[in-house]
């Protein structure tokens, strides 16, 4: 059995145990800290550093990926030895900028080297030197972990492998990404908002967490978006009304349902996301599509709900094999890992077809009920959950034994249903109760064991049409979920075991419709093996702080990553260093912002005339911009008039010195209504 991953109350717990030699007052506490000279802790993004002194001598010539061992380190404490290592992923040598890594923590006990497992590390990345202590010098390892399990914006390592994030796809077209974990004058935690070009209906990750796609029916295409800098990087055009996906296990194929319009071509269309390309669109049947692919991905089946067929794909040749004739509304469809058979929900006769995919035919129908709605497969294929509106029931299917093994009757009608490994959890339309299903009860002669708890004070159905994606998504930590309320506009986060959620997220004005959850916490790759992989942000000398709850480690590792001359001439030619930034104004005041320019060699910009800033508040609905004037010696100021208390971002703009915006960092402070000391 695995130790169960800390959760972002246990982060904190933690935080007030290791305590920090800089205890922040009430009122300093929240506000962004002064960005340092380098390592980028104060921008917004996830790439967060820009210029950092070059991790070489100057003039010397960078090594290529394979040469030398990359960094390793050891230590040991309480009979627990760490091995440390931090290599390119291509070439197992040192790590360069803009290139992936492996960062690994071998945990073996030092008397029998056994691996030691069930842990749950957590590890931060950050550019060494990059936070002072106590006189003004570097800060210990123990300083820096106090400091980042306090999770305040402004004060953030450049890399956080025990971050996740929920990304909550809204009504309109957006995604807001939320960082559970970090408070901002505990009045946001909006990370980024990823605009996309039509509202979003339905959407997958990749199995390594990098790629998120997003299918777009108004538009045609599906968004490819980058999971690490949270930025759409591309659309790929998928036929007529793509809706529903479904992804590859490799992570390759996406195979997307066409919801036709009338001159339009119903059925699916296969993606290779790898040329990102659609290769064929394939005419199944006519209405809505749902999509399950065998586990060697060489068939996938698509249900026709106006048609009353399932179609069989032949991946690889890319045509349909054939129609199965399934009943009058084929509604879901699932795969079981267990049983290897395809599952289908029927909702007028109330019959699940069982499809054998070896045969292609139907093997066996299951009887239900009619109001037969969405199907969802336990992790070890075993039991699969049918929703029925219609009777207030969920049906539980034994796919070791193709029956029907519960009705499980709830005070509500259900409209969807999530698994996870202990639970189903089921969103009715009328209630605010969420319903959790114990699978540790199923299979037995007396009902399963069913508890509920309230997620918001609206149903669902207050919200008018709901999205056909997920409601509900595991958190990354074990045994929690959010949960979203759409009526409401928020998301509530809840562990189970507890009464009631723990508390809950803003939609930030928008209108919300699914949850997704993208994980980059350290995992155990292998027996005793933690590690996780990330992208260099820049050529620098790093700390790895290393922290475990049990035994109690703490302990700051060394490694270095260096110049890429393939990024060196693509880089941005601009630096800018924010200068005398105050961390708060009083609200009213002006703020008269200094700023110095430099080039990619550290020689001042000067005479601009286009220079401007930028400053907003999340989400971004105020927002305005000011041009700055230069003051000599590469330096420019503006003024700004900030007129709402709270958290804002400030960016600096420059078109005519090649200035982009995704290279220039983000200035962030605070606006209070009484003057702070900075």
């Given at each position: ?11 904190a ?5 290791l ?16 960005a ?6 104060t ?19 960078p ?185 590859s296990q ?16 119903s ?12 290769l ?19 068939q ?20 349909k ?46 009887k ?42 709830l ?26 299903i ?41 045994a ?39 994980d ?77 320019i ?10 601009a005339?286009d ?18 004037d ?38 962030s ?10």
């Open positions: 059995m695995t130790a169960p991953r800390l959760a972002a109350p246990a982060l717990a933690l935080a007030m145990l305590g920090s030699t800089r205890p922040a007052t009430a009122g300093q506490a929240a506000a962004p800290a002064a340092p000279p380098r390592g980028g802790v921008s917004s993004k996830p790439d967060l550093p820009q210029s950092v002194a070059p991790a070489i001598p100057p003039g010397a010539a090594a290529a990926p394979g040469q030398g061992p990359g960094a390793t380190g050891r230590f040991e404490k309480d009979g627990v030895v760490i091995d440390f290592s931090f290599a390119a992923q291509e070439g197992g040598g040192t790590p360069r900028e803009g290139e992936l890594a492996d960062v690994r923590f071998k945990v073996t006990d030092a008397a029998s080297g056994a691996p030691v497992r069930g842990l749950s590390p957590a590890v931060w990345l950050d550019v060494a030197g990059s936070l002072s202590g106590g006189a003004g010098g570097a800060m210990e390892c123990k300083e820096k972990i106090a400091l980042y399990l306090k999770g305040l914006v402004g004060i953030r390592p450049v890399v956080d492998l025990n971050s996740y994030f929920l990304l909550v796809l809204n009504q309109d077209p957006s995604i807001s990404v939320i960082d559970p974990v970090v408070s901002m004058t505990g009045k946001t935690s909006l990370f980024a908002t990823i605009l996309l070009p039509r509202p979003g209906a339905d959407w997958v990750t990749s199995p390594d967490e990098k790629r998120l796609y997003v299918s777009m029916p108004l538009m045609g295409h599906v968004a490819v978006i980058d999971a690490e800098t949270f930025q759409l990087t591309s659309t790929i055009p998928a036929g007529d009304m793509p809706t529903r996906l479904a992804l490799s992570g390759r194929l996406l195979v997307v349902g066409n919801d036709a319009r009338a001159s339009g071509t059925g699916v269309t296969l993606v290779d996301l790898e040329a990102g390309k659609a064929a669109t394939i005419a199944t049947g006519a209405g809505h599509h749902e999509v399950a692919l065998s586990a060697d991905e060489r996938a089946f698509v249900t026709n709900r106006t048609a009353g067929t399932v179609s069989v794909i032949d991946v690889e040749k890319r045509a094999v054939k129609d199965l004739p399934v009943g009058p509304t084929p509604i879901s469809i699932g795969w079981s890992s267990l049983s290897q058979r395809v599952y289908v929900a029927e909702a007028k006769e109330g019959r699940i077809a069982v499809i054998d995919p070896v045969k292609g035919e139907v093997s066996g129908r299951i239900a009920r009619s109001g037969l709605g969405p199907m969802r497969f336990s992790e070890d294929g075993r039991w699969a959950f049918v929703v029925n509106s219609t009777e207030h029931v969920v049906h539980v299917v034994d796919a070791s034994q193709d029956r029907k093994v519960h009705d499980v009757r005070v509500g009608k259900p409209y969807q249903v999530t698994v996870t490994r202990a639970f189903a959890y089921v969103r009715l339309l009328d209630s605010e109760k969420v319903q959790m114990n699978l540790s009860s199923l299979g037995k002669s007396d009902q399963p064991i069913v508890n509920a708890f309230a997620a918001g004070e609206r149903a669902p159905k207050a919200a008018g049409e709901l999205s056909l994606a997920d409601a509900i998504t595991p958190a990354a930590t074990d929690a979920v959010f949960v979203n309320s759409p009526a409401e506009g928020l998301v509530y986060f809840y562990m189970e075991g507890m009464n009631a959620p723990m508390g809950n997220f803003s939609s930030y004005g928008h209108r919300t419709a699914a949850v997704t959850v993208i980059r916490t350290v995992r155990e790759l292998e027996p005793g093996v933690y590690g996780a992989s990330v992208r260099v942000p820049s050529a620098a000398r790093y700390d790895l702080a290393f922290l475990l709850d049990n035994p109690r480690i703490l302990h700051c590792f060394s490694a270095e990553a260096l110049e890429n001359p393939a990024l060196a001439s693509s880089a941005a030619t601009l630096r800018v260093e924010y200068l005398d930034t105050p961390q708060s104004v009083a609200l009213g005041a002006s703020l008269d912002l200094r700023f110095r430099l080039d990619g060699h550290g020689q001042p910009k000067t005479g005339k220079v401007a800033v930028t400053y907003y508040q999340p989400p971004g609905a105020r927002r305005a911009q000011v041009l700055a230069h003051a000599g010696e590469g330096v420019y100021q503006a003024r700004l008039a900030l007129p709402a208390a709270g958290p804002w971002y400030l960016q600096v703009t420059a078109p005519s010195l090649g200035g982009k915006p995704d290279n220039i960092p983000f200035r402070l605070v606006v209070t209504s009484a003057a702070r000391k900075p």
